[in-house]
């Protein structure tokens, strides 16, 4: 079975700043999709970044990026620039193949982004 | 834009009852989840669907059903309601056939067991 850890359950960043949120999973897969989802205060869970493991180049979508390392199994996201809309809880996720098309999610991080 | 609503943002219940959480999306989705969420703990997978009156238990179903009569909405039952189901629940959808796997979440739903 997957997991996703997520070792760093509260972080906090000062506004313009750059900060980077930890994420290692554990599989036997080869092929296999992991994702950040950002779920702000009250506010929907939204999706972030994706990242397919067949693909060696780095997600990046505006000021977030990833590091993804395969062979280390790990997948950071960095938040350049940060702002207090980033304020939110950030999840890592797994996807694994397979026809459920199930998510293993992290614990979450609690990102405070401060003025 | 896909759009998954569900019923209730808060809910109160008392112990003992039978509580619904419905779940509607609007992309013609074929899966479609429900998660409990619960701080230290992160997302639970509950129940899954992959079509209509199809189901799977996740990861936590005890104490849980679901209903899927039509393509676009799923349910959550909770039978005998109790304190220790007080969480937020999410419900999500997903169309595998676009290749990118990814889950939409719908708003969730606040739910306090007294």
């Known amino acids: 079975a997957q997991t996703v850890t997520q070792s760093q359950p509260e972080m906090s960043v000062q506004e313009a700043e750059t900060v980077t949120l930890s994420c290692t999973y554990d599989?036997?897969?080869?092929?296999?999709?992991l994702f950040w989802y950002k779920q702000p205060p009250s506010r929907q869970m939204i999706l972030v970044i994706r990242?397919?493991?067949?693909?060696?180049q780095n997600a990046t979508e505006n000021r977030f990026s990833v590091n993804f390392q395969k062979a280390a199994k790990s997948f950071s996201l960095k938040i350049s620039d940060s702002q207090l809309g980033d304020t939110a809880m950030y999840f890592c996720?797994?996807?694994?193949?397979?026809?459920?098309?199930?998510?293993?999610f992290g614990k979450g991080t609690l990102l405070t982004v401060n003025p | 834009d896909v759009k998954v609503t569900q019923s209730s943002r808060y809910l109160v219940k008392r112990t003992g009852e039978k509580v619904f959480l419905e779940c509607v999306q609007d992309?013609?989705?074929?899966?479609m989840f429900w998660y409990r969420q619960d701080p230290g703990l992160g997302l639970r997978l509950i129940y899954f669907?992959?079509?209509?009156?199809?189901?799977e238990k996740g990861d936590i179903p005890e104490g849980y059903s679901v209903s899927r009569e039509k393509k676009e909405r799923f349910s959550l039952i909770l039978e005998s309601a109790s304190t220790n189901q007080t969480s937020m629940y999410l419900c999500?959808?997903?169309?595998?056939?676009?290749?990118?796997?990814?889950?939409?979440f719908g708003p969730g739903t606040r739910l306090t067991v007294t």
């Open positions: 996720a797994f996807y694994g193949g397979g026809s459920n098309y199930k998510l293993t």
């Open positions: 599989t036997s897969e080869n092929n296999y999709y």
């Open positions: 990242q397919e493991a067949y693909k060696q």
């Open positions: 992309m013609d989705h074929e899966n």
């Open positions: 669907s992959y079509d209509v009156k199809m189901k």
């Open positions: 999500a959808s997903i169309s595998p056939g676009q290749g990118r796997y990814e889950q939409y």
